[in-house]
């Protein structure tokens, strides 16, 4: 029996090394990542990251890949989380008047269908596509529903693959496979075509999420798409932002 493990376990890495995936997480401890101790650890294989309850942070924190910054890639995680939402951050950066805070491109792992394996810019943009949608924001910062199809349904209490691929200025989420979302991101200003991969672990109620089988590819740097040569859809529908709630007048 432990030979047959070991002869899948080596039938799979060379599987992987075959695709151009590499695993960025040992399996063992947290070598090659950084995060505050008191929220991440390893247990049975797994990246674990958990909190208490309201109380406990101030703000979203982060596990950090320091293996350098992405630029074109293809991510694969199997994630399973309760409690409040996490997600995985990617060619996002630091911000320097918090620790382990980070901004930037996050595929969301959330239990409403929605915001499941969307696009949410964390200290950014805000949300940008969500399951089911293609978005294209043009260069003045205009978000246009380009496509939309039915979510992707998945209880993200369960193992669940997502995938990035991140090609120039154009994203796609996956789950299992499905693309939940897909973004060409046209505003110059305000889009990342580097930075860090990161996990976060949500401010707010208690939460809990098992991350393994972290996987790499590297893909050619290039294929930014220019918006001259590709103009917005035809039937394209601007998405309307939501108002801000106005605040209660001083009695």
């Keep these: 029996m432990k030979r047959l493990i070991l002869l899948s376990l080596l039938a799979f890495s060379a599987?992987?090394?075959q695709d151009g995936f590499k695993?960025?997480?040992n399996g063992k401890d947290l070598t090659g990542w950084d995060g505050n101790p008191e929220l991440w650890k390893v247990e049975n294989g797994e990246i674990v990251g958990n909190?208490?309850?309201p109380e406990q942070l101030p703000y979203n924190q982060f596990l950090i890949w320091r293996g350098g910054k992405v630029k074109n890639f293809e991510l694969k995680a199997k994630i399973r989380q309760k409690g409040n939402n996490t997600g995985i951050q990617y060619r996002s950066s630091e911000?320097?008047?918090?620790?382990?805070?980070?901004?930037?491109?996050?595929?969301?792992?959330?239990?409403?269908?929605p915001y499941r394996a969307?696009?949410?810019?964390?200290?950014?943009?805000?949300?940008?596509s969500q399951n089911?949608?293609?978005?294209?924001?043009?260069?003045?910062?205009?978000?246009?529903?380009?496509?939309?199809?039915?979510p992707v349904e998945a209880d993200v209490a369960e193992w669940h693959e997502y995938t990035i691929i991140a090609k120039g200025n154009h994203l796609v989420h996956q789950i299992d496979g499905k693309t939940t979302m897909e973004l060409t991101d046209f505003e110059e200003a305000k889009r990342s075509l580097e930075g860090l991969i990161?996990?976060?672990?949500?401010?707010?109620?208690?939460?809990?999420?098992?991350?393994?089988?972290?996987?790499?590819?590297?893909?050619?740097?290039?294929?930014?798409?220019?918006?001259?040569?590709?103009p917005i859809p035809s039937?394209?529908?601007?998405?309307e932002a939501k108002a801000p709630k106005k605040k209660a007048k001083a009695k």
């Excluded at 911000?95 to 269908?113: F, L, V």
């Excluded at 969307?118 to 940008?128: D, N, Q, S």
């Excluded at 089911?132 to 039915?150: C, F, H, M, N, Y």
Aim: charged fraction near 25%; proline fraction near 4%.
């Design 95 to 113: 911000n320097t008047d918090k620790k382990w805070s980070i901004r930037g491109y996050q595929c969301d792992i959330h239990p409403n269908a």
């Design 132 to 150: 089911g949608q293609s978005v294209v924001i043009d260069p003045s910062g205009v978000k246009w529903l380009a496509t939309e199809r039915d």
């Design 23 to 25: 695993s960025i997480f």
């Design 15 to 17: 599987a992987s090394a």
């Design 198 to 230: 990161a996990f976060q672990i949500h401010r707010g109620p208690a939460m809990e999420v098992h991350i393994k089988d972290v996987m790499l590819k590297e893909l050619p740097e290039g294929g930014v798409i220019d918006f001259a040569t590709h």
């Design 51 to 53: 909190t208490t309850g």
């Design 118 to 128: 969307m696009m949410y810019e964390e200290g950014g943009r805000g949300i940008v």
């Design 235 to 239: 039937d394209a529908q601007i998405i």
